[in-house]
């Protein structure tokens, strides 16, 4: 049962992606906002949601530091796990609008949230201050992108030419369906991975922290690496940064803003001492990445995903008592 979760979950998690980035595109075209803003907003914002949902009913449980680890952890996965894969796949081209205003939201965006997370709590005002501007940034990054749209027309690839050629209300559903997908297939393919590595580790004393750090972190982060993977081969790459770099936005401006809204957000000196410092490295990590030449390929891939094996290999030796 858990194998057929598994391949199933991984499925849906497909085809999801490909209703995703097909309804991206046409929505992209429809309300004449570029495929980047769309990656940025969209369908970041709703491979995002999960964690959301998941922050604000822990906070309401009256566990709102999970929304803590939630973040930093998806954060990290996002750049080092999710894009090291999709461009060891499908090496991506970043645009100059990516490096120079999209990236440096997302590092201000983490470093708001390590210095408000430096007294040990995250309280009202704090994620007020987040989430204002998660609202300035997303409305200026709509109005830009609509003043840019003759020149967006004039270099529209056939994807977009087809997109026009059905109504928006199906780019809606198509976008409804993809995310819907994405998030049941990512639970099934999460409960089947996990009961699978429950039954590999079973004797391990160390075994539901292993699981956690491991096959849940991917599981949770699948959603963007499908969507991100799907929109490199299908050539929209500017979906595919964007939806990364955006869901790392709206984890901390989003996610922590409107939870430290709801109540104040704790914050432990292991994750202030330790995965903060790898989600501030790895963010860094991306300067040259995305600054030494146009495309990010795969040696850069290799880069990042071995930014990320080294975190979980860190993670586990600090779990096995090595150090």
């Given at each position: 049962?858990?194998?057929?979760?598994?391949?199933?979950?991984l499925a849906v998690l497909?085809?999801?992606?490909?209703?995703?980035?097909?309804?991206?595109?046409?929505?992209?075209?429809?309300?004449?906002?570029?495929?980047?803003?769309?990656?940025?907003?969209?369908?970041?914002?709703?491979?995002?949601?999960?964690?959301?949902?998941?922050?604000?009913?822990?906070?309401?449980d009256g566990n709102p530091?999970?929304?803590?680890?939630?973040?930093?952890?998806?954060?990290?996965?996002?750049?080092?796990?999710?894009?090291?894969?999709?461009?060891?796949?499908?090496?991506?081209?970043?645009?100059?609008?990516?490096?120079?205003?999209?990236?440096?939201?997302?590092?201000?965006?983490?470093?708001?949230?390590?210095?408000?997370?430096?007294?040990?709590?995250?309280?009202?005002?704090?994620?007020?201050?987040?989430?204002?501007?998660?609202?300035?940034?997303?409305?200026?990054?709509?109005?830009?992108?609509?003043?840019?749209?003759?020149?967006?027309?004039?270099?529209?690839?056939?994807?977009?030419?087809?997109?026009?050629?059905?109504?928006?209300?199906?780019?809606?559903?198509?976008?409804?369906?993809?995310?819907?997908?994405?998030?049941?297939?990512?639970?099934?393919?999460?409960?089947?991975?996990?009961?699978?590595?429950?039954?590999?580790?079973?004797?391990?004393?160390?075994?539901?922290?292993?699981?956690?750090?491991?096959?849940?972190?991917?599981?949770t982060s699948a959603p963007?690496?499908?969507?991100?993977?799907?929109?490199?081969?299908?050539?929209?790459?500017?979906?595919?940064?964007?939806?990364?770099?955006?869901?790392?936005?709206?984890?901390?401006?989003?996610?922590?803003?409107?939870?430290?809204?709801?109540?104040?957000?704790?914050?432990?000196?292991?994750?202030?001492?330790?995965?903060?410092?790898?989600?501030?490295?790895?963010?860094?990590?991306?300067?040259?990445?995305?600054?030494?030449?146009?495309?990010?390929?795969?040696?850069?891939?290799?880069?990042?995903?071995?930014?990320?094996?080294?975190?979980?290999?860190?993670?586990?030796?600090?779990?096995?008592?090595?150090?």
């Amino acid at each position: 049962m858990d194998y057929l979760l598994l391949i199933l979950g991984l499925a849906v998690l497909i085809v999801g992606g490909e209703f995703l980035v097909k309804g991206a595109v046409g929505f992209s075209a429809a309300f004449k906002i570029s495929p980047l803003v769309i990656g940025m907003t969209v369908v970041s914002f709703g491979t995002s949601a999960p964690e959301l949902l998941v922050s604000l009913q822990s906070a309401l449980d009256g566990n709102p530091g999970i929304a803590i680890g939630n973040v930093v952890g998806s954060n990290i996965a996002n750049i080092a796990l999710v894009l090291g894969i999709t461009v060891l796949i499908f090496p991506i081209i970043a645009e100059r609008q990516t490096k120079f205003v999209d990236y440096p939201m997302m590092l201000l965006a983490c470093i708001l949230f390590y210095l408000f997370a430096l007294d040990n709590v995250i309280e009202l005002y704090e994620g007020i201050i987040l989430f204002g501007i998660l609202v300035t940034f997303t409305t200026y990054l709509v109005i830009n992108s609509r003043k840019k749209t003759k020149k967006a027309e004039a270099e529209a690839d056939d994807d977009i030419s087809e997109a026009l050629k059905y109504p928006i209300w199906k780019s809606v559903v198509f976008l409804l369906i993809g995310l819907v997908a994405l998030y049941f297939g990512s639970d099934w393919f999460v409960q089947g991975a996990v009961g699978i590595a429950e039954v590999v580790l079973e004797g391990n004393p160390d075994k539901d922290s292993i699981i956690g750090v491991t096959v849940v972190a991917l599981g949770t982060s699948a959603p963007e690496l499908v969507a991100s993977i799907v929109a490199a081969i299908r050539k929209q790459s500017d979906i595919s940064v964007g939806n990364l770099i955006g869901s790392n936005i709206f984890n901390v401006f989003a996610v922590i803003g409107i939870t430290s809204m709801v109540t104040p957000i704790e914050v432990s000196d292991q994750v202030l001492g330790f995965d903060m410092y790898w989600m501030l490295g790895i963010v860094l990590l991306l300067i040259p990445i995305l600054l030494i030449g146009k495309r990010i390929g795969r040696l850069k891939g290799v880069i990042l995903f071995g930014s990320y094996v080294a975190y979980v290999t860190v993670i586990l030796m600090r779990i096995q008592g090595v150090f």
